[in-house]
T-cell receptor, first 112, second 106 residues
Framework: ETGVTQTPRHLVMGMTNKKSLKCEQH?????MYWYKQSAKKPLELMFV???????ENNSVPSRFSPECPNSSHLFLHLHTLQPEDSALYLC???????????FGPGTRLTVL | DQQVKQNSPSLSVQEGRISILNCDYT??????FLWYKKYPAEGPTFLIS?????DKNEDGRFTVFLNKSAKHLSLHIVPSQPGDSAVYFC?????FGAGTRLTVKP
């Protein structure tokens, strides 16, 4: 597989569930990102990792917990989410931070 | 991100005409400016970029202009085609604006 992949593509969860989103990049990039896109809102940068170290955390609630075990994989662990967390969650990677980003197709999350 | 503003949420143009999408930013330290294009239910894809040492970069029908003193950049698409209909994001160094939805009418 090439590019940036995200699984699952769709996820429905209750507010008490715990789930994880997975992102994998096959581009040899060193930086990875999580974004949230809610309906009719701008793309919101959530987390930035560079060489597996978190370099940015934009005031994201603690119910979202990122994990970057290596430069090819990025996870977003979800627990006790709220309905307003329903959105499209996009993962991206770039060679270096602030470089051209390549995006995955996103995970459409619905919190009931 | 309030550092980047795309003040026009939408733009509609006729096929064959020029589309001009604008972007303003506040951080004078930005060195590298990117434009992305996004179709519904897909992630954004990189379109064109410009570095702060240039004031113009052209790639086929797409040209980006940078005015550093005004902290303003614009994307010109000419001639516009119906397939260009999408949301366009200005993203200096990964800071995304709110996007402008371009509709090109046949």
């Amino acid at each position: 597989e090439t590019g940036v992949t995200q699984t699952p593509r769709h996820l429905v969860m209750g507010m008490t569930n715990k789930k994880s989103l997975k992102c994998e990049q096959h581009l040899g990039h060193n930086a990875m990102y999580w974004y949230k896109q809610s309906a009719k809102k701008p793309l919101e940068l959530m987390f930035v990792y560079s060489l597996e170290e978190r370099v940015e955390n934009n005031s994201v609630p603690s119910r979202f917990s990122p994990e970057c075990p290596n430069s090819s994989h990025l996870f977003l662990h979800l627990h006790t989410l709220q309905p307003e967390d329903s959105a499209l969650y996009l993962c991206a990677s770039s060679q270096v931070v602030a470089g051209v980003q390549f995006f995955g197709p996103g995970t459409r999350l619905t919190v009931l | 991100d309030q550092q980047v503003k795309q003040n026009s949420p939408s733009l509609s143009v006729q096929e064959g005409r020029i589309s001009i999408l604008n972007c303003d930013y506040t951080n004078s330290m930005f060195d590298y400016f990117l434009w992305y294009k996004k179709y519904p239910a897909e992630g954004p894809t990189f379109l064109i970029s410009i570095s702060s040492i240039k004031d113009k970069n052209e790639d086929g029908r797409f040209t980006v202009f940078l005015n550093k003193s005004a902290k303003h950049l614009s994307l010109h698409i000419v001639p516009s085609q119906p397939g260009d209909s999408a949301v366009y994001f200005c993203a200096p160094e990964g800071r995304f604006g709110a996007g402008t939805r371009l509709t090109v009418k046949p």
